[in-house]
């Protein structure tokens, strides 16, 4: 014995060797907030009865089945049967994704382009699997009958009620879990107690070869060994020393109490001249193929359901930055917009009358021409500027975004100052330089009433000949640099 758990050791050191580390702040925050909402769904312990969890509906549901069947009530059995389906399925749903972040987050396993784990896949050596290629699967659920395979490879049904809280591992490769956790740590080393058994029963000469003891005995050892990677506090290490190894006193520790079992099978076995065998627990037998295949389908779904949640809080977080973005830009280029002098012989408006930053103005008296205006301060990257260069970035756009909003509190009337050296410092494509140059000649030709329509911003997006938006070439810039222009550029030229 001492032979073979150097030899275990030996084969799963490179458990180890994949560098397993504590889960960071922020890992381990997250996958406790996982296990708390899910934990209280097992189990609220909250002495309120409008407080549902599993465990209360459950209890009902075996109140209510005690009765004589002439004074059950159907109606509420049936209504308790939906709410128990509905927070098993939600408590599943917790356990199973903080199953995945531990696993991640203490590199148990290896993750995918979705950041999703990847489970190891194997070729199975335990006798009653006949080679077959193994996933590691994990599942969260309660204890249920299970359909398994007996030595003759025919089904039989095991009843459920045999496991109230860790996890099983069968030669198949699939790990149910059960119960609640604790912490993320706590959850961390089941996980790896379970990857330990997998690993036996896909390595030549381990899984074909050791009895249920000689199995726990090296997982419970390995267990032991890895304490100290996985970011335990003292009081936690020593509770679990003390699982494993005992305490020197009156508990003996598992590694201690399969090890004695092991020795007591050896010595039946040769006592009995080989008559006497050590027998697999029901959990170890493997599943029938319809219950493997529908078991392994759905932790593909979830992964999946997984990938797609993690796709849609990238996407909400780039909205959500540009978001932001966009707000900072709006104020700054409000604050520029407050900073021009106010143009000679024109009144403005409302505010109300357009956008934040934007205020129209309109000549004092009916029928008055273009005015001579204060020239800008801050030259060609006034709010004005700044608005028509999102109109043409937004024209040229790949497919075209609206323009017509942007175009109803243009201030058309302080375009006369424009001049065309102010144009090329803007930095357009060739596209963009088209419809900015439309729009700066209707500017300075602006007389009161006047309006440009969308039409004419598309058609000078448009390629000539071809009616379809082109981006060319960006005609360079000055050596002139504005970090508002700048950021502007990133925001609005997406």
């Given at each position: 014995m001492k032979f073979i758990g150097l030899l275990l050791c030996f084969l799963f050191s490179p458990c180890l060797a994949k560098a397993i580390h504590p889960a960071s702040a922020a890992e381990h925050a997250a996958i406790q907030s996982l296990?708390?909402?899910?934990?209280?769904?097992?189990?609220?312990?909250?002495?309120?009865?409008?407080?549902?969890?599993?465990?209360?509906?459950?209890?009902?549901?075996?109140?209510?089945?005690?009765?004589?069947?002439?004074?059950?009530?159907?109606?509420?059995?049936?209504?308790?049967?939906?709410?128990?389906?509905?927070?098993?399925?939600?408590?599943d749903q917790l356990y199973q994704q903080a199953i995945r972040k531990t696993l991640l987050a203490y590199d148990l396993v290896d993750?995918?382009?979705?950041?999703?784990?990847?489970?190891?896949?194997?070729?199975?050596?335990?006798?009653?699997?006949?080679?077959?290629?193994?996933?590691?699967?994990?599942?969260?659920?309660?204890?249920?009958?299970?359909?398994?395979?007996?030595?003759?490879?025919?089904?039989?049904?095991?009843?459920?009620?045999?496991?109230?809280?860790?996890?099983?591992?069968?030669?198949?490769?699939?790990?149910?879990?059960?119960?609640?956790?604790?912490?993320?740590?706590?959850?961390?080393?089941?996980?790896?107690?379970?990857?330990?058994?997998?690993?036996?029963?896909?390595?030549?000469?381990?899984?074909?070869?050791?009895?249920?003891?000689?199995?726990?005995?090296?997982?419970?050892?390995?267990?032991?060994?890895a304490l100290g990677h996985f970011g335990l506090t003292a009081a936690e290490k020593k509770l679990f020393e003390e699982f494993l190894a005992g305490d020197g006193k009156n508990k003996p520790g598992k590694i201690r109490e399969h090890n004695e079992r092991a020795k007591a099978e050896k010595l039946k076995r040769k006592f009995s001249l080989g008559l006497w065998g050590s027998g697999e627990p029901a959990h170890v037998q493997p599943r029938s193929r319809t219950e493997y295949a529908a078991l392994l389908k759905e932790s593909k779904d979830f992964d999946s359901q997984l990938a797609d949640a993690e796709r849609d809080l990238i996407a909400q977080a780039r909205k959500d930055k540009e978001a932001a973005e966009h707000r900072d830009l709006m104020a700054e280029m409000k604050r520029r917009s407050d900073a021009l002098p106010a143009p000679v012989g024109l009144t403005p408006t409302r505010p109300e009358d357009g956008p934040p930053g934007y205020v129209r103005v309109e000549p004092t008296r009916p029928g008055d021409g273009p005015v001579a205006a204060h020239p800008s301060p801050l030259g060609a990257y006034d709010a004005k500027m700044l608005a028509i260069r999102k109109i043409a970035q937004d024209a040229c756009a790949s497919p075209p975004r609206a323009v017509d909003a942007t175009l109803a509190w243009i201030p058309w009337a302080e375009f006369h100052t424009v001049t065309e050296i102010q144009i090329h410092e803007i930095g357009l494509t060739a596209c963009e330089l088209r419809v900015f140059r439309r729009l700066v000649e209707f500017g300075k030709t602006w007389r009161p009433g006047a309006a440009i329509d969308a039409a004419a911003v598309r058609a000078a997006a448009a390629e000539p000949g071809t009616g379809t938006p082109s981006g060319g070439g960006a005609v360079p810039p000055t050596q002139n640099h504005d970090p508002v222009r700048d950021r502007v550029g990133r925001i609005i030229g997406r």
């Open positions: 296990i708390d909402r899910a934990n209280l769904i097992n189990d609220s312990a909250s002495p309120s009865p409008n407080v549902r969890d599993v465990k209360k509906v459950k209890a009902d549901l075996e109140l209510e089945y005690r009765k004589p069947e002439s004074l059950r009530n159907s109606a509420k059995i049936a209504h308790w049967q939906v709410e128990l389906k509905s927070l098993r399925t939600t408590r993750r995918d382009h979705h950041g999703l784990p990847i489970m190891p896949t194997k070729p199975a050596v335990h006798p009653s699997f006949n080679n077959r290629t193994i996933h590691w699967i994990l599942v969260y659920k309660d204890d249920e009958p299970r359909v398994l395979l007996d030595s003759g490879g025919k089904p039989r049904t095991i009843p459920a009620g045999k496991a109230s809280g860790g996890g099983l591992t069968g030669a198949d490769g699939v790990t149910t879990m059960y119960g609640k956790f604790e912490s993320p740590a706590d959850l961390a080393l089941l996980l790896y107690h379970e990857r330990v058994h997998y690993d036996q029963f896909t390595t030549p000469g381990i899984g074909d070869k050791l009895t249920y003891d000689e199995r726990e005995e090296a997982a419970y050892r390995a267990q032991y060994q």
